[in-house]
T-cell receptor, first 116, second 112 residues
Framework: GAVVSQHPSWVICKSGTSVKIECRSL??????MFWYRQFPKQSLMLMAT?????????EQGVEKDKFLINHASLTLSTLTVTSAHPEDSSFYIC????????????FGPGTRLTVL | EDKVVQSPLSLVVHEGDTVTLNCSYE??????LLWYKQEKKAPTFLFML????IEKKSGRLSSILDKKELFSILNITATQTGDSAIYLC????????????FGTGTKLQVIP
């Protein structure tokens, strides 16, 4: 089956620093990747949709200058949390849609971000 | 605004029981409905449903979609402790970015 990896799995950083999270589709090409945020005991919240080679589309209420998304290739998207603050601490999950498939999204394992 | 509602929110059953999880939706444009299982980390894909009345089955899990009544159910028979997880329902809408709307999830706990 389709495999999506995320790196790192877990990161702790100081307030004010920036953190980059990578999302890779390992055995398929993903023209579209999605970034989600999940708070404890809550469902996934879509933050943004990124398409290879174009600007990301952000959901309402998500600051595009705070959460920078780059989808430079068909297998890699990155999310950079700039000037992180403790309220940015969360579980960030990416998913990728196989450009040959329909709507199925394959999820990465997630990245646990803790900002001190 | 597109909406996906799952019920119940939480469920505790004994091993061997059969459970039915519900998902209803209101979306402007429907393309498909997806079920995911989320344990400790990210969700894993279970089923994608596009047509009404056609049951999808995988082992002890099965799912069916009713596009007229706008709902889907996920059945798990002979539950095992390994079925304990959050089950997420999502609806995909057509469009340039194929938006997917997730429900809040049903937390299932199977006790021995």
């Amino acid at each position: 089956g389709a495999v999506v990896s995320q790196h790192p799995s877990w990161v702790i950083c100081k307030s004010g620093t920036s953190v980059k999270i990578e999302c890779r589709s390992l055995d398929f090409q993903a023209t579209t990747m999605f970034w989600y945020r999940q708070f404890p005991k809550q469902s996934l919240m879509l933050m943004a949709t990124s398409n290879e080679g174009s600007k990301a589309t952000y959901e309402q209420g998500v600051e595009k200058d705070k959460f920078l998304i780059n989808h430079a290739s068909l297998t890699l998207s990155t999310l950079t949390v700039t000037s992180a603050h403790p309220e940015d601490s969360s579980f960030y999950i990416c998913s990728a849609r196989d450009h040959l498939a329909t709507d199925t999204q394959y999820f990465g394992p997630g990245t646990r971000l803790t900002v001190l | 605004e597109d909406k996906v509602v799952q019920s119940p929110l939480s469920l505790v059953v004994h091993e061997g029981d059969t459970v039915t999880l519900n998902c209803s939706y209101e979306v402007t444009n429907f393309r498909s409905l997806l079920w995911y299982k989320q344990e400790k980390k990210a969700p894993t894909f279970l089923f994608m449903l596009t047509s009404s009345g056609i049951e999808k089955k995988s082992g002890r899990l099965s799912s069916i979609l009713d596009k007229k009544e706008l709902f889907s159910i996920l059945n798990i028979t002979a539950t095992q402790t390994g079925d304990s997880a959050i089950y997420l329902c999502a609806v995909a809408s057509p469009g340039g970015y194929q938006k997917v709307t997730f429900g809040t999830g049903t937390k299932l706990q199977v006790i021995p």
